[in-house]
C-alpha cells in the first residue's frame, strides 16, 4: 500500500517497462513515492508517458515484494530465510560443487533486460569470469534475438537504424507485426500525430489492430496476412518494386554490395514471389500487395517499424532480412524519415543485447572467437575468454533434460511463465540440482528454485538502460535498496564467493569498464549523459555527441548486403485436430507476464487474458462472447474466455500472456527462429471447444 503524502523531494529517473525509455520525475515524500510525472525534457518522450509509466509503480512497495534471500535443499520443502552472506555462499558452493561434478559447462545464466546495463554486464562477466564458460544468455533470445542477426547481417549493426524524432519526416509508415497503441504507447502517439498531418500508413498485420482505423487515421493498405507469411508478402512487395522499375539504382550503386543485388534481383523477380503466386498462401490480395508496393517506393520517405509480430516466428531473421532489403533497394535508409526500426518490448533489451549478454558475443556484438576481442578482454579482467559460444537459453534446457546442465542463475525474468512450451521449461528446471531466481517477487519460475535472492527495484538503484532508438538513458537512485542491496551489488558479492572478486563501488564504474571495452561506447559515460540529457550509441571520437540516425554515409558493414529471402513454411501446421492459428499479443495496461501490473493498486487494470475469436469462428463452435473455452494445442492446454470480435480473420485465434492463472505458453510450441531460436509464438496450431471448466 503506498501512503501518499506531499512530495518533499524529485529524482529524475526513466521509466522501467516499454522500450520507449520515457523520462519520469518521481515525486516523494521520505522515502514514499508519492506521484510519477513525464519529465518534459526527456528526449525520449518530451513530456509524455502513457498509463503505466504514470500510475504502474506501486509494485515496488508491494507487500507481495521479498525482501530477505531464502534457500532449500530442494522444491518439495519449504523456504528458510537466511543471511545474504549464508544465502550468497550457499549459491558459490552449490555452483562449485556441480562444476566439479559435471564439468565447467554445467552451469549458467540468464540476464535481464529489466535490470541496467551496468547489471547485465556484470552478470556476463561474472559467467565468463568466475564460470569460465560462454552459458549466458537474455531474455531477448525469446523476443528480438532475431534483430540482431538480420540487421548485423544486413546493415552491420544489431540496432534500429533512427531515432524516434525521425518519424515526423516520414511521408509512408509501414507498421508489420506491431501493435504501438498498446504496446509502445508514447511513440504510438508519436505516430499517430504524423498520420493525421497526413503520413500515409500500411499496416501488415494478421489482426485488425487500432492503428487501422481510428479518429482521423485508416490506414491506405491492411495487409492481413495469415500468420507465419510475413517473408512472403515482403517478398512480394519487393517484387513488385523490382519488376516494375520502382528500384532506387543509384543508391543502391552507391551504397550497396553489387555481387549480392545481382543474385538478389533475380532471386525476388521470380514469378514465385509474385503477389499474384503468394496470394492463396498468404491471404492478401494481390491488388493490395502491388498498390502497397508502389507507396512504400514511390511515396517520399518510408519509414519501417515491426515488432514481435515479425521476429517470433521460424522465419524471425529471414523476415528482418527481407525488410532490409526492401528499404535498401528503395533507398529508405541513412536520413531522417526513413530506416527500419524495431520496437523493443522491454525497458532494456536493447542495452541487454549490447552488453554482451550472448552466448556468442561480447559486448558490443563481437564475436567471442575473434581473437583480437578476447584479448581485449582477457587483459582486463586478467581470465581466459572461452572461444567456444556457450548455450542458448533452449539449448540450457535441452541440455538439463538430458543431464548435462545442472545450475542455472536467472536475474529478473520469468522463463517458466514467458518462455514458450511451458511444460519443457518445468521439466528442464525440475532436472537441475541447483536454480537461483533473483526477483522482486516469487515468480512462477521460484517455484523450481533452491536458492531466491531479493531483486531491487528501478527505484533502489543507479545505472542506465537504453530504449529501442539506442538512446542511454540514467536510471537514478530515489529509495535505498529495499532488500539491502541492489542487484548490481549482489552479482559482486556472488562473483567473490565463486573466487572472482570485482570491486566497483558505484555504477559509473561499470559504464567506465564498458565504454573502454567497446568502441560503440568509447565515449558515454554518467557525466557525458547527465550533460546531453541522454546519448545514443555509437558515441565516440566519431560521433561523440551520439548517432540520432544510423548508416548515414555508409553502412556500418561497408557495403548494404541483399540476402536471399526465400519463404519457407513453418513446420507447425493446422490439420484436423487442430485447425485454428493462434497467435498473441499485449494490451495497453498490462505488461508481458504481469509481474508488476498485477500488483498495481488499481484493479482497473486487472483485465485477465482473453481468447479473441472471429464470430464464424466462434459460431460454428457454439461459443458466445464471454463463454469459458478451452485452448489445446499438442504442447497443452488451458482455459479461459471468449471475446469474439471482427478484429480477427476466420480461422485464426489471438490472446494475451499476462496472468499466470491463463499460462497461455502452456500451449505455445518448440519451433523456433532457424538462425536465433527465438520461439515461433506467433503461430500455434489450435483448436478452441466451449467448456464449463476455470
Ligand atoms: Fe513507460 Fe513505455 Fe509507457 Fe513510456 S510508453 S511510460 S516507457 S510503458
Redesign the pocket.
Known amino acids: 500500500v503506498i501512503e501518499l503524502g506531499q512530495p518533499r523531494r524529485e529524482v529524475i529517473t526513466t521509466?522501467a517497462?516499454?522500450g520507449?525509455?520515457?523520462s519520469f520525475k518521481a515525486e516523494l515524500n521520505g522515502n514514499t513515492v508519492v506521484r510519477m510525472t513525464p519529465w518534459k525534457d526527456g528526449k525520449a518522450?518530451h513530456g509524455h508517458?502513457?498509463v503505466?509509466?504514470?500510475f504502474a509503480w506501486g509494485y515496488a512497495a508491494h507487500k507481495e515484494r521479498i525482501l530477505k534471500p531464502m534457500i532449500r535443499a530442494s522444491i518439495d520443502q519449504p523456504w528458510r530465510e537466511v543471511s545474504w552472506d549464508e544465502a550468497i555462499d550457499y549459491t558459490a558452493s552449490e555452483f562449485k560443487r556441480i562444476q566439479a561434478k559435471y564439468g565447467r559447462n554445467s552451469v549458467g545464466g540468464i540476464t535481464s533486460s529489466r535490470c541496467t546495463n551496468e547489471e547485465t554486464f556484470l552478470v556476463q562477466k561474472m559467467i565468463r569470469a568466475a564460470f569460465g564458460n560462454n552459458n549466458v544468455d537474455t531474455c531477448a533470445r525469446v523476443c528480438h534475438s532475431p534483430t540482431g542477426y538480420g540487421l548485423k547481417t544486413t546493415l552491420g549493426t544489431s540496432a534500429g537504424t533512427q531515432d524516434f524524432d525521425s518519424v515526423a519526416e516520414a511521408d509512408v509508415i509501414l507498421v508489420i507485426g506491431a501493435n504501438p497503441t498498446d504496446a509502445?504507447?508514447?511513440?504510438g502517439s508519436r505516430m499517430k500525430r504524423r498520420l493525421r498531418e497526413g503520413a500515409r500508413l500500411i499496416v501488415v498485420d494478421p489482426r485488425r489492430i487500432d492503428l487501422v482505423r481510428s479518429p482521423h487515421i485508416e490506414a491506405q493498405y491492411h495487409l492481413q496476412l495469415k500468420p507465419g507469411t510475413n517473408v512472403a508478402v515482403v517478398n512480394a512487395l519487393a517484387h513488385v518494386i523490382a519488376t516494375e522499375g520502382l528500384l532506387n539504382e543509384t543508391y543502391v550503386k552507391e551504397r550497396c554490395d553489387l555481387e549480392s543485388f545481382r543474385d538478389w534481383l533475380a532471386f525476388i523477380r521470380d514469378p514465385q514471389n509474385s503477389p499474384e503466386a503468394t496470394e492463396a498462401y498468404t491471404g492478401v490480395p494481390a491488388a493490395d500487395l502491388r498498390a502497397a508496393a508502389r507507396l512504400y517506393a514511390t511515396g517520399g520517405n518510408a519509414a519501417i517499424y515491426y515488432g514481435l509480430g515479425v521476429t517470433e516466428h521460424s522465419q524471425g531473421s529471414t523476415t528482418v532480412m527481407a525488410m532490409a532489403n526492401l528499404a535498401m533497394v528503395t533507398g529508405n535508409i541513412g536520413r531522417n524519415g526513413v530506416g527500419i526500426n524495431p520496437l523493443r518490448g522491454q525497458?532494456n533489451v536493447q542495452g541487454s543485447c549490447d552488453m554482451g549478454s550472448f552466448p556468442h558475443e561480447l559486448s558490443g556484438y563481437r564475436h567471442v572467437s575473434d581473437e583480437a576481442t578476447r584479448a581485449l578482454f582477457e587483459a582486463a579482467w586478467g581470465v581466459p575468454i572461452d572461444p567456444e559460444p556457450g548455450l542458448r537459453i533452449p539449448n540450457m534446457f535441452d541440455a538439463a533434460i538430458d543431464g548435462s546442465f545442472k545450475g542455472l542463475y536467472v536475474q529478473g525474468e520469468d522463463i517458466l511463465q514467458s518462455d514458450p512450451n511451458t511444460h519443457h521449461v518445468g521439466a528442464a528446471l525440475a532436472a537441475m540440482e541447483c536454480v537461483v531466481v533473483q526477483d522482486l517477487f516469487l515468480n512462477e519460475t521460484a517455484s523450481y528454485a533452491h536458492v531466491f535472492l531479493p531483486g531491487s527495484s528501478f527505484l533502489e538503484k543507479d545505472g542506465t538502460f537504453t530504449n529501442a532508438e539506442r538512446r542511454i538513458n540514467l536510471v537514478r537512485k530515489a529509495i535505498p535498496p529495499m532488500a539491502g542491496y541492489a542487484d548490481w551489488e549482489v552479482t559482486m558479492k556472488l562473483s567473490a564467493a565463486l573466487g572472482y572478486p570485482m570491486s566497483y563501488t558505484h555504477p559509473s564504474q561499470i559504464m567506465d569498464e564498458i565504454a573502454r571495452l567497446t568502441p560503440t561506447f568509447a565515449n558515454v559515460s554518467f557525466k557525458r549523459i547527465e550533460e546531453l540529457g541522454s546519448v545514443q550509441w555509437p558515441c565516440n571520437d566519431k560521433a561523440p555527441l551520439g548517432t540520432p540516425i544510423m548508416h548515414e554515409k555508409g553502412f556500418v558493414r561497408g557495403k548494404g548486403l541483399f540476402v536471399l529471402t526465400e519463404y519457407v513454411p513453418t513446420d507447425e501446421r493446422t490439420g484436423p485436430r487442430f485447425p485454428l492459428i493462434l497467435t498473441t499479443g499485449r494490451i495497453l495496461s498490462q505488461y508481458n507476464v504481469g509481474a508488476q501490473t498485477r500488483r498495481t493498486a488499481n484493479t482497473a487494470w486487472h483485465e485477465e487474458d482473453r481468447l479473441e475469436i472471429h464470430p464464424h469462428d466462434a459460431e460454428h463452435r457454439g461459443i458466445n462472447d464471454g463463454d469459458w473455452v478451452l485452448l489445446k494445442s499438442r504442447a497443452g492446454e488451458t482455459t479461459l474466455r471468449a471475446k469474439v470480435s471482427e478484429r480477427m480473420q476466420p480461422g485464426v485465434v489471438y490472446t494475451t500472456f499476462h496472468h499466470p492463472d491463463t499460462g497461455a505458453n502452456v500451449v505455445t510450441t518448440e519451433f523456433s527462429d532457424w538462425a536465433t531460436n527465438c520461439p515461433e509464438y506467433k503461430v500455434t496450431a489450435v483448436e478452441v471447444r466451449p467448456t464449463n471448466r476455470r
Open positions: 521509466c517497462y516499454c520507449v525509455g520515457c518522450n508517458s502513457c503505466k509509466g504514470r509502445h504507447p508514447v511513440f525497458n
